[in-house]
Structure formats: structure tokens, C-alpha cells
């Protein structure tokens, strides 16, 4: 084998350390600007990362394509930078339903970047006490997937919790892969949380007929099973099969190509408006006919877009629900603030679950 002449990539390298320190002269100066903007900001700090959030998927969308790097990557790396300068200034902790490799874990990475402390709970109601206790600065929780809707848990918390507010959204795209270490035709059992399983019915069915699905707690513990049993398959992330040095036996396996959950945010406090806002609410009407349609004329009325609704049974009533709804625009927008005076009057309960800045696909 011929020698690598490195002389000949001496300048190329050079130029590169060259990048590299105006990189870091650039990170120390943005580091500076965020403290800056800390001392003029009295706002929580998680509204802060909910704002920096929104901004770089904003500035993203609307910058120049580029020619070699995704604006996946270009917003990952802008996240990491961005949150290694907050946890320079202040220590966050983030709770998040784990373990280490779930969908919950990714969409922690995908919102608050890997410089904060991201720290993996057993349960969705963990992450809630975590953030109420003051254990955590804030929590990330599924809330709803485009292929098997809401989250029970999810909601079930809020309905308990009064307290706590939706602080921000992140949306990730669910793409399952069959990782194992058997080869396809000696496969005879299948992996994955509820959830993911349902997911990829279909196509299991067409394509693993024989084998066995079994509901395990999370699809990165369906990964580590994959790799410690011969026979056994898991439906997990293509990150999970990496940490487990599981083989790819096929991508993309879900039956919905454009599967996506929708993740929220947890706090105490309320961002600012950013112009691109949603709000949540919680309410309860009389158990009466045309009681759920007076309430969604308050809507229509002032020309608010509803983007959810949710029913979910009032607990210790019997045959009554709750609803849970979405519309378009920040509690201190005056059609927003007048629906909500409104939908009060007719209400037998009403809480205000967050208004946030509406996440979009990178």
C-alpha cells in the first residue's frame, strides 16, 4: 500500500484548526451575548430554552439551503451550541421517560441539545414530581402520536395536576427499524414496547408472520434483549440498535411513513408570545345535550383554529369527560384571551395548560 504523502495534507488541516479557533472565539461570544440577554431576561430559564428552541428552527428553515449538511444536522449542531451555552451560565436537569436510547430520550436531545444534565425516569408521572418537586429544571413527555393518538398517562397527569403548565412542544418523526443480532429466517420473536409494536402491525405481519411479539417496557429495552437472546428481534431506533451493536435487518418498518409523536414540555411558567404560538386548555362542561357544541362555537367565533381535541373521562364522575384542546395563538392574544373568558362562564372546570411556541418539523 502506497504511503500517505502528509505533507500534502498539512494545509488542509491547518486550514482547518484555522475554523475551529474562530469557531470557539464565536462560542465565547455567544456565550457572552446569552448571559447578556440572562441579566435583561427575568423570565424562567426554561422559557429561555423554549425561545432559543423556536429561533434556531426559524432561523433554520429560513436560511439558505445548504449544499452538503441537512438542516437536520444544522439544527442539531445549533441546539448543541446553544444549550452548551445556557449549562455554561446555569445547571439544567431534564427528566425525561427512559432509558437512555427511547424516543422520549431522543426528543430531549432533539429539543434541549446534549450539554444539559438529561436524566432518565421510570414513569411518565416520575417526570411530572420530578419538575413539581423542583428535582428537575424541566421534563419532556409524549403527548400524542399520528398513529395511535393520545397519550393516557400524559393526559391523566394533567388532569391531576393542576399546577403544572405546557412549556414548550417538540414533534420527532418515528421511524422503527428490526434490529437483532439473528439472521432474518431464525428470528422468532419480536420485541418493542406496546406502542411500537402497534405501529409496525402490518408490516410484521406480512413479513415476521411466525414470530412471537412480545411487549417489553420500552424499545431500548427491547434493543438490549435483541442483543443478550439469540432468536430475539426488537422494533427500536436506529440509535438504540448503535448501542447495542445490534444489525439493521430492515428500516423504516412502520406502518405509517409519516409517523410522529408529539412531545411537551414541562414547567411552572408561561414563555413569552413569539407570534407562532399555541394554547392548551383543559375544560369541563355540563353533562347536557349541545353543552360541547355551545363551547366550540365560543371558538368559531373568534376565529380560533382548533389543532386538537381530545375527550378523557372525568375522574370519580360516571359517563362525564374532560376535553383536551389545542388552538392556534397565545393566551395574551385578545381573541385568545376572550374566548378563554367566555369558555369560562359556560365551564364547570377550566385550566389553562401553556401557551408555547408551536414546533414544525426540521
Not at 146 to 163: A, I, P, Q, Y
Not at 323 to 346: C, M, N, W, Y
Request: charged fraction near 20%; charge should be negative.
Amino acid at each position: 500500500m502506497a504511503e500517505i504523502d502528509q505533507h500534502s495534507t498539512a494545509p488542509l488541516e491547518s486550514s482547518i484548526d484555522d475554523v475551529d479557533r474562530k469557531i470557539l472565539a464565536l462560542l465565547d461570544q455567544r456565550v457572552e451575548l446569552v448571559r447578556q440577554l440572562c441579566q435583561h431576561d427575568s423570565g424562567p430559564l426554561v422559557g429561555r430554552v423554549v425561545n432559543a428552541a423556536s429561533r434556531i428552527s426559524k432561523l433554520v428553515n429560513s436560511a439558505a439551503p445548504s449544499p452538503s449538511v441537512s438542516n437536520e444536522l444544522r439544527a442539531d449542531a445549533l441546539r448543541h451550541i446553544s444549550s452548551t451555552c445556557l449549562q455554561s451560565l446555569h445547571r439544567m436537569r431534564v427528566t425525561f421517560l427512559g432509558p437512555l436510547h427511547s424516543y422520549s430520550h431522543l426528543a430531549a436531545l432533539k429539543f434541549f441539545g446534549d450539554a444539559v444534565a438529561l436524566t432518565p425516569v421510570a414513569t411518565i408521572a416520575a417526570v411530572f414530581e420530578s419538575v413539581s418537586r423542583g428535582d428537575a429544571t424541566t421534563g419532556i413527555v409524549p403527548i400524542e402520536n399520528s398513529t395511535d393518538g393520545r397519550v393516557v398517562d400524559t393526559l391523566g397527569m394533567f388532569v391531576r395536576n393542576r399546577e403544572m403548565q405546557i412549556c414548550g412542544e417538540a414533534v420527532l418523526p418515528i421511524h422503527h427499524h428490526l434490529l437483532s443480532r439473528t439472521p432474518r429466517n431464525e428470528i422468532t420473536e419480536v420485541h418493542s414496547k406496546p406502542q411500537a409494536l402497534s405501529q409496525c402491525r402490518r408490516w410484521l405481519a406480512s413479513q415476521l408472520p411466525q414470530a412471537k411479539l412480545v411487549e417489553v417496557s420500552s424499545t431500548a429495552t427491547a434493543a438490549k434483549l435483541a442483543a443478550e437472546q439469540h432468536g430475539v428481534a426488537a422494533v427500536a431506533s436506529i440509535q438504540a440498535g448503535r448501542q447495542y451493536a445490534l444489525d439493521v435487518i430492515d428500516s423504516n418498518i412502520e406502518d405509517n411513513p409519516h409517523n410522529v409523536t408529539r412531545f411537551a414540555v414541562l414547567g411552572t411558567e408561561m414563555p413569552s408570545p413569539t407570534g407562532d404560538d399555541k394554547t392548551a386548555l383543559l375544560f369541563q362542561v355540563s353533562h347536557q345535550p349541545g353543552a360541547l357544541a355551545d363551547a366550540m362555537t365560543i371558538f368559531k367565533n373568534h376565529a380560533l383554529n382548533l389543532t386538537w381535541i381530545e375527550s378523557f373521562p372525568a375522574p370519580e364522575t360516571k359517563n362525564e369527560y374532560l376535553f383536551f384542546t389545542e388552538l392556534t395563538g397565545h393566551r395574551q392574544d385578545p381573541p385568545v384571551k376572550a374566548a378563554i373568558k367566555q369558555l369560562q362562564s359556560q365551564s364547570q372546570r377550566l385550566t389553562i395548560l401553556g401557551s408555547y411556541p408551536r414546533a414544525h418539523l426540521d
